[in-house]
């Protein structure tokens, strides 16, 4: 049997394998709410009614109309 070789060692070769792990990072974004409420001017139309008494005088007869419109027998007068 010969002499045994030792055996060479190189430098090693790094092999770099990334991972990533996801991590929660909180970023706030402040937002404001305006509620608003607009007045908004609606007409509401009401009538005011006026009531009033008119009295019409035809004036005084100075005959009757009856008595001239209807002649017939029996009447009276």
Avoid: L, S
């Avoid at 929660?24 to 404001?32: C, N």
């Avoid at 009538?47 to 008494?53: D, S, T």
Wanted: aromatic share 10%; charged share 20%; proline share 13%.
């Amino acid at each position: 049997m010969g002499h045994q070789q030792h055996p060479i060692f190189c430098d090693p070769r790094q092999i770099v394998r990334d991972f990533y792990t996801p991590r929660v990072v909180p970023v706030i974004h402040p937002v404001e709410i305006v509620n608003r409420q607009n007045i908004v001017n609606v007409p509401r139309h009401i009538p005011q009614v006026v009531q009033r008494n008119v009295v019409v005088d035809p004036g005084y007869p100075g005959h009757c109309d009856f008595c001239h419109e209807r002649k017939a027998p029996g009447w009276f007068f």
